[in-house]
Nanobody
Framework: QVRVMESGGGLVQAGDSLRLSCTGS????????MEWFRQASGKEREFVAG????????RYSDSVKGRFTISKDDAMNTAYLQMNRLTPEDTAVYYC??????????????????WGQGTQVTVSS
């Protein structure tokens, strides 16, 4: 059974960078497509970035394209979200989600195999 857990959130200032990690347990991490979502207070959860199970294909929302980078290190059982040029609009709880043989294409929430518990990112102006 694989579990995933996020880390790396915190309070930063606008313009700063932050790297989130999503670490998985279990032997199946190599077969997992990994995606990041976020949910700001009072808003619906939204897709941020995804990578397919090979790590070679990525997808980003328009709001983060060019600023955020998703990557996957199977040797470390970890996916990363490098976030640059952060703005207050990036403030949210960030979640990672995993799906076996994922293609980086966001799918319905219930179709993901694993979800993390979330990590708070707060960007002050």
């Amino acid at each position: 059974q694989v579990r995933v857990m996020e880390s790396g959130g915190g309070l930063v200032q606008a313009g700063d960078s932050l790297r989130l990690s999503c670490t998985g347990s279990g032997r199946s991490f190599r077969a997992l497509g990994m995606e990041w979502f976020r949910q700001a207070s009072g808003k619906e959860r939204e897709f941020v970035a995804g990578t397919d199970w090979t790590g070679s294909k990525t997808r980003y929302s328009d709001s983060v394209k060019g600023r955020f980078t998703i990557s996957k290190d199977d040797a470390m059982n970890t996916a990363y979200l490098q976030m640059n040029r952060l703005t207050p609009e990036d403030t949210a709880v960030y979640y990672c989600a995993a799906v076996l043989w994922g293609s980086a294409q966001p799918i319905n929430d219930e179709e993901y195999d694993f979800w993390g518990q979330g990590t708070q990112v707060t960007v002050s102006s």
